[in-house]
């Protein structure tokens, strides 16, 4: 075992003693990790910085309520359940979507839109859905079977990582570099995506 790994279980004994600083350690020693992989997935600070919060909240609780089994293997829980936070997070966004002003039809001044979109607006429109999806051919097949997945047929990571029989770790990591990839051929080929 190595120094860490004991530190931490030490720390875990002295809080669970009642030494209640050393919770405080151990949140301070894993903090940047777990905030930082947390950010890494939604790309918001403020988010991060809530659902960093909500993680070790729930991470005090199973440890007050007994409920956290010592097995060296403290910071890989935390991240798992700092991930389940994540996930938890964009489900409620998905089903707590709010329309913003755009997708309502009305603009700043309360007026309505044109709700019909012109040839030009069409053809505009499929040339950048067949722009995109030829991109989409050139990534490695691991990453355009996610991308298929995901954007086209709807599927959760869950979902794509049972189809896939990887982790979800791994379904997402595809659909990361997916997207980096995606992003580079668009500046390669100069493409106007909008």
């Not at 049972?162 to 990839?181: C, D, F, H, K």
Request: charged share 30%; proline share 1%.
């Amino acid at each position: 075992m190595n120094i860490q790994v004991l530190s931490d279980q030490h720390l875990l004994n002295n809080y669970r003693s009642g030494d209640q600083s050393a919770i405080s350690k151990l949140i301070e020693r894993h903090k940047r990790r777990v905030r930082d992989y947390i950010y890494m997935m939604v790309k918001d600070n403020d988010v991060a910085d809530d659902i960093f919060q909500e993680t070790f909240i729930k991470v005090i609780r199973v440890i007050d309520e007994g409920r956290y089994t010592d097995n060296g293997k403290f910071l890989s829980w935390v991240l798992r359940i700092a991930h389940n936070q994540v996930i938890d997070h964009f489900r409620a966004c998905k089903q707590n979507k709010q329309v913003n002003e755009s997708e309502s039809g009305y603009n700043v001044l309360g007026s309505l839109r044109f709700a019909e979109k012109t040839i030009e607006d069409e053809l505009i429109s499929s040339q950048i859905e067949s722009d995109v999806r030829n991109l989409i051919e050139l990534l490695p097949e691991e990453q355009r079977e996610v991308v298929m997945m995901r954007y086209y047929s709807g599927m959760s990571f869950k979902e794509i990582a049972e189809q896939t029989g990887v982790s979800i770790n791994t379904a997402l990591g595809r659909m990361r570099y997916a997207l980096i990839n995606l992003r580079r051929m668009i500046r390669e080929k100069e493409l106007i995506l909008s």
